[in-house]
């Protein structure tokens, strides 16, 4: 598959870090719609989780060779 020989990732690689992702991204919708709702409930969780999700595509793009 060209994507992951693009990204230097086996298959299982590719589905860890996507999968990760995937779940941290759910969890922050989640906090930020918890949120909307009750602004006094989870006030920095989203921002903390898409900082992980920065930090985490950071990465990826230095492993592999994307800056």
Same mark, same amino acid.
């Given at each position: 598959?060209? !994507?992951?020989? &693009?990204?230097? &990732?086996?298959?299982?690689? !590719? ?7 995937? @779940?941290?991204?759910? %969890? @922050? ?11 006094? %409930?989870? %006030? ?9 999700? *920065?930090?985490?595509? &950071? !990465? *990826? *793009?230095?492993?592999? @060779?994307?800056?």
């Amino acid at each position: 598959m060209k !994507h992951l020989k &693009e990204n230097n &990732e086996s298959y299982l690689q !590719h589905l860890q870090k996507a999968m990760s992702i995937s @779940g941290l991204m759910l %969890v @922050g919708s989640a906090s930020a719609f918890v949120h909307s709702i009750a602004p006094f %409930v989870a %006030v920095n969780t989203t921002s903390k989780i898409c900082s992980k999700v *920065r930090d985490k595509l &950071e !990465h *990826r *793009r230095c492993v592999c @060779g994307k800056i």
